[in-house]
């Protein structure tokens, strides 16, 4: 499979709600998990994300404000 390069994630229109990262089929965060990780995301902060996530992508398709979730997660 090629490897495609993540569209930007855009900060401005991410409300920080962690739907994104609640339906992510891996790492099986409850939303207010998933709320806690996209913050640790937004700050740099190495949490779960960052240890369990091999980076499939399927964020960037669920999310409801197409903001990118997955760059963000690529980048840290
Ligand atoms: S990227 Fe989208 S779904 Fe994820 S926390 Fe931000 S607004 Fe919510
Ligand atoms: S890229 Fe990572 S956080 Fe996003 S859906 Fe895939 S495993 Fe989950």
Redesign the pocket.
């Known amino acids: 499979m090629e490897y495609q390069t993540p569209k930007p994630y855009l900060d401005d229109s991410c409300v920080r709600c962690g739907t994104?990262?609640s339906?992510?089929?891996?790492?099986g965060l409850t939303e207010s998990e998933a709320r806690v990780e996209i913050e640790n995301l937004k700050e740099g902060r190495d949490r779960r994300?960052l240890k369990?996530?091999?980076?499939?992508?399927?964020?960037?398709i669920?999310f409801p404000n197409r903001c990118n979730?997955?760059e963000i997660?690529?980048k840290r």
């Open positions: 994104c990262l339906r992510c089929p891996v790492l994300v369990g996530c091999p980076s499939c992508m399927v964020c960037d669920i979730t997955g997660i690529v």
